[in-house]
C-alpha cells in the first residue's frame, strides 16, 4: 500500500509541476514573456558559444602544427646530418646504439615532444636496427595510415592528430604526430615520427570553454532579469487596470487607475479613467432618472390616493343609504361603488407596476413552504370558486417544498394565477400542483376552460392584454394581473410560464429558485401536460432579461397531468 | 363604540370626512391639520386613540408619532398612502401600533379602531405567568419580581394572547386577527416589528428570546414559564 502510494506520489510530482506551469503559461503574461526570452536566449547564446568555441580550438591547433612542423623540419635535417656523416655504420648494433643517441638527443629534455624512429613499411634491406622510442609513448602510438603516408612519399612531411594515450597518464591526449623519412646507412629507409601531445591547447579548452559555460549562464539569467523587470513595468499597470476594472464592476464607481507620464501606459489609465468617469456619470443619470421615477410614482401615489380615500369613505356612506333613495338614485350607488373599486385596483396594480419599472420593487424574502402559500391562496378565493362552480383541488406531494421567497409576492402571483384559472375555467375543475427539486419549487394551476389560442402563451403576460377585446368583460380584471405576477416571478429570478391549447385549457406555471442564490436547472413540474417531455414554445422569464420564447424543456421527473372524468 | 379620537391631517376634505364616519359610530373626534401643532393638540384634547397622517405640513407624521410615544402609550394608527416596505417599517418603528393605506373602506378604519379600543370593555380579574413574568390583566400591569415592566396596550395584549394560550403556536395571521383585529390577510411585518419591540422591552437578552419564542416558518409562542 505505502509502496503504491510512494509511486503515486512520485509520479503525480512532475505531473503537477507541469500542470503548474502550464496554467502559469495560461494565465500569466509575465511568465510567457519571461519563460521565452530565457529560450531563445539559451538558444542563441547555446549557438554563439559553440561557433566561438570551435573557432578558438582550431586556431590552437593550427599555431600548433605551424610551430610543430617547422620544428619538425629542422629536427628532420640535422637527423639527416648526423646519419649522413656517420662514421658508427659498420655494423648493426653500433647503428642501432647510433640511432638511439640521435632520437634522444633530437627528442631534447622539455618533454614537449616525443621521438619515434621506425623502418618504414616495405624497407627491404637486410640489415635491421630495432624501433627507437624516446618518453613515454609505445611504437604502437603511429598509426597505419601515416606509416604508409610516409612510406610513399620520400620528400614531404606528413602529419596526422590523433588522441595518444601516454604511459602512466589516464586519458590519451590528442596530439599532432609529424612524421618524414630518413635514410640510415646500412638498415636504409626509416620513419622519423615527432609526436607533439596537445595538453595544453586542450587545457586551455577546457578553461575557455567553462568561461563560456559560466559567462552564458550569467548572461541568461540577466537577461530573465531584465525581462522580469521590462515585463514587470508593463504588466504591473495592466494588472492595477484589472483589479481596478473589476472593483468597478462589482459597484464602486468612484474607483480610478493612477496616471504618471505620459508614455502609452499613462494613455491606457487616462483612456481607462474616463471610460470609469463616463460610466459613472451614465450610472448616475440612470440612477438620478431611477429616483425621480421613483419619487414621481410615490408622489401620483400620494397626491391620489387621499382624495380617493374621501371619495371611498363618501361613497360607502352613499352606498349604506341607499335603501332611502328612489331607484335610479340607488342604482346609480351601486354603480358608482362598483367603479369606483375597479378603479382603486387599476391604481393600485399601475402603481405596483411603476414600482418594478422604477427598479424601487425589493424582496423581503424568507422560508416559507410553498403548499401553505398554496392553501392560503385556495382558501381566500373559496367563494369565488363556488360562485363559478368550479371545484379546485391542490395536488399535496406529501413532503415540504420550502424555498426562500417572498411569501406575499408570490402569494400574490399564486392568487393571480387561481383567480384566472376560476374565471376562465368555465366551472370546470381546476387542479393546482406543488413540487420541489433539487433547484427549485414550483406551482402549475391548470384549468380546462377556454384555453389559449396558438402564440397567445406569449402575450398573455403583456400589459392590458386581452384574449379577444370583442369579448364581453365580465371579470373585473385590470388587465395587468399577469404583468405583475410576471414582474413578480423575474425580481425572484423565477420563472412564469404559460401553456394553452383551444377548447383544453391552460396551465400557468411559476418555477423559484430554492434560495436566493440559486439559479434553477430545470422545473419540477411539467408545463405542458399532454407531452411532459416536448413542451410548445413558452414564455420564460429569467434572471432578470426580458420575455424570451423558449423551445425545449427539459424531462421532468413527474408524470403529466392525468385527464378528469370532468372533461368533455 | 365610546371614546376620543384625534385626527391628525392636513387634507381638509379626507379629515372632514373621517369625522363624518367616525361620528357615525358614535366617537367624538377633534382634528388638527399640522404636524407642529399636533402634540400640543394631543395634551389638549387627551384622546383614547390617534390617526395620523405620515405626510403633515411642519413636522413628520414619524416624528409627531415618535413624540407623542414618548410621553404615552396610547393607540396610535398611522395613515398612509405608501406601501413600500421602507416607509411602513419606519412608521412602525417610530411607535405606530397599525397603519391603514389609503385608500381604505371604512369598515376597515372602524375594524382597526375597534380592536385599539376594545381593549378597556372587558376587566375581568386575571392574573398570567409567562418565563419569570407575571401578567395583571385587569390591573394592565407586567412585573419581574418587584419591578414593573412598562408596555404600551398594544405590546400588553400581544403579551397576554400568547401567555393565555402557552401551548400554542401562533401563526402571525391569527395574531393579527386576535390582537389588531384583521378579519382578512394583513400585513405579517406589523407582527415582527411589534415582536421585535415587545422583546426588547421584556427579554434578558432580546437577541437569544426565553419568553417569546420564535418557532421557525410557523410564527411564535410562549417560552417556557
Given amino acids: ?568 | 363604540m365610546k371614546g376620543r379620537v384625534l385626527v391628525v391631517d392636513d387634507d381638509l376634505a379626507l379629515a372632514e370626512m373621517l369625522s363624518i364616519v367616525l361620528r357615525q359610530e358614535g366617537l367624538e373626534v377633534s382634528h388638527v391639520a399640522d404636524g407642529s401643532t399636533a402634540v400640543a393638540a394631543f395634551r389638549d384634547a387627551r384622546p383614547d386613540l390617534v390617526l395620523l397622517d405620515v405626510m403633515l405640513p411642519g413636522m413628520d407624521g414619524m416624528e409627531v408619532c415618535r413624540r407623542i410615544r414618548a410621553e404615552s402609550g396610547i393607540p396610535i394608527v398611522m395613515l398612509t398612502a405608501r406601501t413600500d416596505t421602507v416607509d411602513v417599517v419606519v412608521g412602525l418603528e417610530s411607535g405606530a401600533d397599525d397603519y391603514v393605506v389609503k385608500p381604505f373602506k371604512p369598515q376597515e378604519l372602524i375594524a382597526r379602531i375597534r380592536a385599539r379600543l376594545r381593549r378597556g370593555d372587558e376587566p375581568e380579574p386575571e392574573r398570567l405567568e409567562i418565563g419569570d413574568l407575571v401578567i395583571d390583566v385587569a390591573g394592565h400591569s407586567v412585573r419581574r419580581g418587584s419591578e414593573v415592566l412598562s408596555l404600551t396596550p398594544l405590546e400588553f395584549d400581544l403579551l397576554v394572547a400568547l401567555a393565555r394560550k402557552p401551548w400554542q403556536v401562533f401563526t402571525r395571521e391569527i395574531l393579527l386577527e386576535q390582537v389588531w383585529g384583521y378579519r382578512h390577510a394583513g400585513d405579517t411585518r406589523l407582527v415582527n416589528v411589534h415582536v421585535q419591540r415587545l422583546r426588547s422591552k421584556i427579554e434578558h437578552d432580546p437577541e437569544h428570546p426565553q419568553i417569546v419564542v420564535t418557532v421557525r416558518g410557523v410564527g411564535y409562542k410562549a417560552g417556557p414559564a
Avoid at chain 1, 607533439?196 to 586542450?202: G, K, T, V
Avoid at chain 1, 489609465?269 to 456619470?281: G, I, K, P, V, Y
Avoid at chain 1, 417544498?401 to 368555465?426: M, S, T
Avoid at chain 1, 420564447?549 to 424531462?555: G, L, V
Wanted: charge should be neutral; hydrophobic fraction near 45%; include cysteine.
Fill in chain 1, 1 to 568: 500500500m505505502t509502496v503504491a502510494g510512494d509511486t503515486l506520489a512520485i509520479r503525480t510530482g512532475p505531473a503537477r509541476i507541469l500542470a503548474r506551469m502550464v496554467r502559469a503559461w495560461r494565465r500569466s503574461l509575465q511568465f510567457r514573456v519571461v519563460a521565452t526570452t530565457l529560450v531563445l536566449g539559451m538558444l542563441v547564446l547555446g549557438l554563439v558559444g559553440t561557433y566561438l568555441y570551435q573557432q578558438i580550438g582550431a586556431g590552437l591547433v593550427e599555431d600548433r602544427r605551424t610551430l610543430a612542423t617547422a620544428e619538425a623540419l629542422q629536427l628532420t635535417k640535422k637527423v639527416k646530418v648526423a646519419f649522413d656523416r656517420t662514421d658508427q655504420a659498420q655494423d648493426q648494433q653500433t647503428l642501432a646504439l647510433f640511432a638511439q643517441d640521435i632520437v634522444q638527443d633530437v627528442a631534447g629534455t622539455e618533454r614537449s615532444r616525443y621521438v619515434v624512429l621506425q623502418r618504414l613499411v616495405g624497407n627491404t634491406a637486410t640489415v635491421v636496427i630495432p624501433s627507437v622510442v624516446s618518453g613515454e609513448v609505445g611504437e604502437g602510438v603511429i598509426p597505419e595510415g601515416l606509416r604508409r603516408a610516409v612510406a610513399e612519399d620520400a620528400k614531404n612531411q606528413q602529419q596526422q592528430i590523433v588522441p595518444v594515450k601516454l604511459t602512466g597518464t589516464a586519458d590519451a591526449v590528442p596530439s599532432l604526430i609529424v612524421g618524414q623519412q630518413v635514410t640510415l646507412p646500412l638498415a636504409g629507409g626509416y620513419g622519423i615520427y615527432y609526436v607533439y601531445p596537445m595538453e595544453r591547447e586542450r587545457d586551455s579548452l577546457v578553461v575557455v570553454g567553462r568561461t563560456f559555460l559560466y559567462g552564458g549562464l550569467v548572461l541568461l539569467l540577466l537577461i530573465g532579469a531584465v525581462a522580469y523587470v521590462v515585463t514587470r513595468l508593463v504588466v504591473a499597470p495592466v494588472r492595477r487596470a484589472a483589479e481596478v476594472a473589476q472593483r468597478l464592476a462589482s459597484g464602486t464607481l468612484t474607483e480610478r487607475m493612477e496616471s504618471r507620464g505620459e508614455d502609452d501606459l499613462a494613455s491606457l489609465a487616462t483612456s481607462f479613467n474616463a471610460m470609469a468617469a463616463s460610466l459613472e456619470r451614465q450610472i448616475g443619470q440612470l440612477e438620478n432618472l431611477s429616483r425621480v421615477q421613483q419619487r414621481f410614482v410615490s408622489d401620483v401615489s400620494h397626491e391620489l390616493r387621499t382624495p380617493l380615500t374621501t371619495i371611498r369613505m363618501a361613497v360607502d356612506l352613499i352606498y349604506d343609504a341607499r335603501e332611502g333613495f328612489e331607484p335610479a338614485m340607488a342604482r346609480s350607488a351601486e354603480l358608482l361603488r362598483g367603479e369606483l373599486d375597479r378603479f382603486e385596483a387599476l391604481l393600485a396594480d399601475l402603481l405596483e407596476i411603476s414600482r418594478f419599472d422604477a427598479g424601487a420593487a425589493v424582496l423581503d424574502v424568507e422560508t416559507t413552504d410553498m403548499r401553505r402559500t398554496v392553501t392560503k391562496v385556495v382558501d381566500a378565493t373559496a367563494r369565488l370558486a363556488e360562485g363559478k362552480g368550479s371545484r379546485v383541488t391542490v395536488l399535496d406531494p406529501g413532503h415540504p417544498c420550502e424555498a426562500a421567497f417572498d411569501p406575499r409576492r408570490v402569494e400574490r402571483v399564486v392568487r393571480n394565477l387561481v383567480v384566472n384559472a376560476i374565471e376562465h375555467g368555465e366551472g370546470r375543475p381546476i387542479e393546482i400542483k406543488v413540487e420541489r427539486n433539487e433547484s427549485a419549487v414550483a406551482v402549475a394551476v391548470r384549468d380546462y376552460g377556454v384555453g389559449l389560442r396558438p402564440g397567445e402563451a406569449g402575450l398573455v403576460f403583456n400589459r392590458f392584454w386581452r384574449a379577444d377585446p370583442a369579448r364581453a368583460r365580465t371579470t373585473g380584471g385590470t388587465g395587468l394581473g399577469l404583468a405583475i405576477a410576471l414582474e413578480d416571478a423575474r425580481l425572484h429570478h423565477g420563472w412564469l410560464q404559460a401553456w394553452g391549447a383551444p377548447g383544453e385549457g391552460s396551465c400557468f406555471r411559476l418555477t423559484i429558485p430554492r434560495s436566493v442564490d440559486r439559479s434553477i436547472d430545470s422545473s419540477p413540474l411539467p408545463l405542458n401536460p399532454r407531452h411532459p417531455q416536448v413542451s410548445a414554445p413558452l414564455l420564460v422569464a429569467q434572471n432578470g432579461r426580458g420575455p424570451t420564447m423558449a423551445a425545449s424543456e427539459s424531462p421532468s421527473a413527474t408524470p403529466g397531468m392525468p385527464r378528469t372524468d370532468g372533461l368533455p
